[in-house]
């Protein structure tokens, strides 16, 4: 099928739009006279071009539509494979000089759709003067693109080229090229490691046969002006490996002497103001080490010791490397002897190379400062790590929505409670961006205010949403707020649009909690209500977020009953007299997680509940009188004796003495008094009186003041709750 030209503008001078090769072409070539014979691209039976013509290495162009006029019959030669478009035979004499940068190492994948691959191979390049019979060489000469065909001779030297040596970059599109694909490799790399070893890999064995790169340390980030002396430290070096990998036509290169390549590069050099060094560094353009200066800068930058090891002539490049607004280390690109030397050109590429590799690892470093701010926010506004409460175990875990958002607007929470009770909250701001983190910050500050002050579960989240709508009309969340007594055993429970939360008896048997739904914080104008549920002691409180249940292929009540399931077939495993081990049972949790499951933050609480036994607690109310403590002293005598806990009962008196002491004497009702044994012993009063006591030191004409002083010293802690009907004073003490 003939072809025939679609427009009849006149292509710019030098190049033929239609020819793949056209950006490649070198030698931009004048059109000829109007009906000139033209010779055609590889076509059949054409002749060389007569004496005083164009020299074969330039090819020439014709106008459209000349050519079908010429020779309507003729077929222009088809692409080759893969997008590789034919090359002109390098060695014909009289053709454009070609740059013998070497173009081997370069992986397909690091070529793009429509480019050609510059490995060192000779196979799958198809050269239009071949010796085949459509092309327009002699008949009988020899094909390059043969794989049984003799190496192509070097154009400097008149040589075969040797088999393992590396096929040299033959024109100035073969460089570009190579930038291309080495430009998107450093680009894949997110942090600074990747973006290094990008560099490393992408430049060895396709422009040099080594590479040293020197970083800054530390490295500034950002606009911060960097402190003291400017220091290199050499961060990764890379030389060709022993074996290279020959699929795809790529021939292994020559190993270079250990002693030339594998001993170049100090780990640490600071670079001395006014050195040369600093000088090159300052130039910012890369310079070949064979200059003067170069070579002055080289012993400062790989030690006294190692210069001797470079290679002769023009076979290494010192690149410095220059961020955004500072040098922030520099780059070596070395080759061996037996490797043609570099060329004034490939200090262009050297040049990109260093550029895209230096703002490269400028943003990897901004990036890696985001990272660390972003881990920091989300650790503080966590709990670092969970109380240990009486009676209760706890076990909690958290997953970002993404990597690259490490941050969310879901948290979770145990705080502990006057009485050895424990809040357990867990929420869900909208969103998971650092405007959702810093909203379910102030929400959990909120929520441990609140609990402080011993509020009901409802009343909690009624404040909760007073403080979202101060924080703006839009500052939407979800919560669910419960509160567990180890000595009732029961917990109350008050939700605010929240998932409910799953009971895992000990038996195995799974249930969804009926809690009543209520309203988002932040919603206003709302009640919320509180129920009141068994908690028996083994079973398994489980708390979580929306994250957790519901995914673009889930809807939350399918989510919800698959977590049921999954709770109850890993209690089995364990056996129906005992409990899964909480941190196993989170880590089962999380796996029922797919692929396509991770559409939002997840958190996760798990509470074990233990409770304490009746016959742990001994509870007293006593009358506000003169008498009282005495009173309160003999009970808790008793207590102990009964609990074999005799060895306390000295400092138990004389704390209980004081405690029961301050409270009678501002108390308008009964007293509580309460012992529990538990890991420690813990002594509880309390008063309607609101106001907290506080320590201080008493002075030496002082009748009182003394009591807080000895509970602060002989107890193991102690601390005082406001209530809404008063407060509760109490102290621990170590058993045994």
């Known amino acids: ?66 050519e079908q006029a010429a020779e309507p019959d003729t077929h222009r030669p088809r692409p080759t494979s893969e997008g590789v478009p034919a090359q002109p035979d390098g060695g014909q004499p009289g053709g454009a000089p070609s740059d013998d940068t070497s173009s081997a190492g370069v992986t397909p994948a690091d070529v793009a759709p429509g480019e050609v691959s510059t490995g060192g191979g000779q196979a799958g390049l198809v050269r239009p003067n071949s010796g085949s019979p459509d092309s327009g060489a002699p008949a009988g000469a020899p094909d390059p693109g043969r794989r049984d065909a003799p190496p192509d001779p070097d154009r400097r030297t008149g040589q075969p080229t040797a088999p393992g040596r590396p096929t040299p970059m033959r024109r100035d599109g073969d460089r570009l090229r190579f930038v291309g694909a080495a430009t998107r490799r450093i680009a894949r790399g997110m942090d600074l490691d990747e973006i290094v070893m990008g560099l490393c890999r992408a430049t060895v064995p396709t422009f040099a046969d080594a590479i040293l790169v020197y970083l800054r340390e530390p490295l500034p980030v950002g606009d911060e002006r960097p402190t003291g002396p400017l220091v290199l430290r050499l961060r990764r070096t890379d030389r060709i490996p022993a074996e290279r990998d020959t699929e795809g036509g790529f021939t292994p290169a020559p190993q270079p002497e250990p002693s030339e390549l594998e001993t170049v590069g100090a780990e640490l050099c600071e670079v001395r103001p006014g050195s040369a060094l600093a000088e090159v560094l300052r130039g910012v353009r890369p310079v070949f080490t064979d200059t003067p200066a170069a070579r002055a800068a080289l012993p400062e930058l790989l030690g006294e010791e190692r210069d001797f090891a470079l290679p002769d002539g023009r076979r290494a490049i010192l690149a410095p490397l220059r961020g955004r607004r500072r040098v922030i280390g520099a780059a070596l690109f070395l080759r061996g002897p037996e490797r043609i030397a570099f060329e004034a050109d490939d200090l262009l590429v050297a040049a990109q190379l260093a550029t895209h590799s230096a703002l490269g690892i400028d943003k990897a470093v901004l990036y890696g400062r985001e990272a660390y701010i972003a881990d920091e926010l989300q650790r503080t506004m966590l709990p670092e790590n969970l109380p240990r409460c009486t009676g209760v175990r706890l076990a909690s875990r958290y997953l970002p929505a993404a990597e690259t958002a490490r941050v969310g607007g879901d948290w979770y929470d145990a705080i502990p409670l006057p009485g050895s009770r424990v809040a357990l909250v867990v929420g869900d701001v909208m969103g998971h961006s650092m405007t959702s983190a810093a909203i379910m910050g102030q929400l959990r500050t909120t929520a441990q205010t609140l609990a402080g002050l011993d509020l009901p579960p409802q009343e909690v989240l009624h404040h909760l949403d007073e403080q979202a709508q101060r924080l703006g009309t839009d500052r939407m969340a979800t919560c669910l707020y419960a509160v567990y007594d180890p000595v009732a055993h029961r917990i109350t429970v008050a939700n605010a649009g929240h998932p409910p939360p799953v009971l895992l008896h000990l038996g195995g048997h799974a249930e969804v909690l009926r809690v009543p739904a209520g309203a988002p914080i932040g919603v206003g104008g709302v009640d919320f209500e509180a129920v009141e549920l068994d908690a028996p002691a083994g079973a398994t409180l489980l708390l979580y977020t929306d994250g957790l249940v519901e995914s673009r292929l889930r809807d939350v009540w399918t989510g919800i009953e698959q977590l049921r399931e999954r709770l109850a077939a890993t209690a089995q495993l364990t056996g129906p007299d005992h409990p899964p081990p909480l941190e196993a049972l989170c880590d089962e949790v999380l796996d029922m997680l797919g692929p396509g499951d991770r559409d939002d933050d997840i958190a996760l609480l798990a509470a074990r509940f233990d409770g304490i036994a009746p016959s742990d607690v001994s509870y007293w109310f006593l009358d506000p009188e003169d008498a009282a403590p005495g009173k309160a002293r003999r009970l808790a005598r008793r207590a102990l004796a009964r609990w074999g806990m005799e060895d306390l009962t000295d400092a138990v008196e004389l704390l209980v003495s004081e405690v029961v002491t301050n409270a009678v004497r501002y108390a308008s009702k009964p007293v509580t008094l309460r012992l529990l044994r538990t890991d420690v012993l813990r002594c509880e009063v309390g008063d309607d009186v609101p106001q907290l006591p506080r320590l201080r030191q008493a002075r030496a004409t002082d009748e009182g003041g003394r009591g807080l002083y000895l509970v602060n010293r002989l107890a193991r802690r102690w601390g005082a709750t406001r209530l809404s009907t008063g407060k509760v004073v109490w102290f621990e003490l170590n058993r045994g």
Do not use: C, I, K, N
């Open 1 to 66: 099928m003939t072809e025939h030209p679609t427009s009849f503008d006149r292509p710019s001078t030098g190049a033929d739009p239609t020819d793949p090769r056209g950006a490649l072409l070198r030698t931009p070539v004048p059109p000829r006279a109007s009906g000139s014979a033209l010779p055609a691209q590889g076509g059949t039976g054409q002749s060389p071009p007569a004496a005083g013509e164009d020299s074969p290495g330039a090819f020439e162009h014709s106008q459209p539509g000349a």
